[in-house]
């Protein structure tokens, strides 16, 4: 049985009066890929926001066993291992993707770490539209080639637990199918995912568990198989497929 690498506990999320997300219980084994599926405003982005940091909460985040609390904020996340990829992606447009790459290695460069170079060749092999536009200002990408980005810019942290939130907005389906081909290849790579994403039907394909978020709670979890086959999941978020 694989241990687990994140283990998040009733963990609670308000914005003022408002419960944005409740209780939410949810945990991702080493090496595992887990989904996070639901309606637009069901709390997926807040849930991955809170887990990372960004915002306040109650409850409890456990990280390789160890308690994560509002003074262990997201610099000290990210140099034990944890990397969120927002939905915005957040690049630094005026910069090149080679600089912009560069700094995603600062906080292993604050340990003492300078394979920044060799880590970004590792990036270029897994991302080789990069690699062509390394001297490219970031700003100039396109949509697909955006996401690379901002999924390799974190890898260069060399995470053990990646958050990718909607990876697929916005592209043409040749490309989600690479996206997501790519995160299958990084789990080899003993990278774990947790994937917040709108396309449910292909997020559960690579998954090993999904959660299915309503209203800022867990309204259906289980095995990815068994969700993707559950007809209530299939009605309200997969759709049925024709023959």
Do not use: W
Request: hydrophobic share 40%; proline share 3%; net charge neutral.
């Amino acid at each position: 049985m694989e241990p687990l690498l994140l283990d998040v506990k009733d963990l609670n999320v308000f914005y003022g009066n408002v419960n944005a997300v409740q209780n939410i219980n949810l945990k991702v084994k080493t090496g595992g890929i887990v989904s996070i599926i639901g309606p637009n405003g069901a709390g997926k982005t807040t849930l991955l926001s809170a887990i990372m940091g960004r915002l306040s909460s109650s409850g409890s985040v456990y990280y390789q066993s160890e308690g994560l609390t509002a003074n262990e904020g997201i610099a000290y996340r990210v140099s034990r291992g944890m990397c969120l990829v927002p939905e915005s992606r957040e690049l630094f447009s005026e910069m090149t993707v080679e600089d912009n790459l560069q700094l995603g290695a600062f906080t292993s460069y604050l340990k003492g770490k300078r394979d920044y170079r060799h880590l970004r060749q590792e990036i270029y092999e897994l991302f080789p539209r990069l690699g062509e536009r390394a001297k490219q200002l970031a700003g100039t990408l396109s949509g697909g080639e955006r996401q690379m980005f901002a999924m390799g810019r974190a890898l260069m942290a060399r995470p053990k637990l990646l958050m990718l939130d909607e990876p697929s907005l916005d592209l043409a389906p040749l490309v989600v199918k690479e996206i997501l081909n790519i995160v299958v290849t990084l789990r080899t790579q003993g990278v774990s995912i947790l994937l917040v994403e709108q396309n449910a039907r292909a997020a559960l394909e690579i998954s090993d568990y999904g959660y299915v978020m309503e209203t800022g709670q867990i309204a259906v979890k289980g095995r990815a198989e068994a969700l993707a086959n559950d007809p209530q999941v299939v009605d309200a978020y997969l759709g049925r497929q024709s023959n």
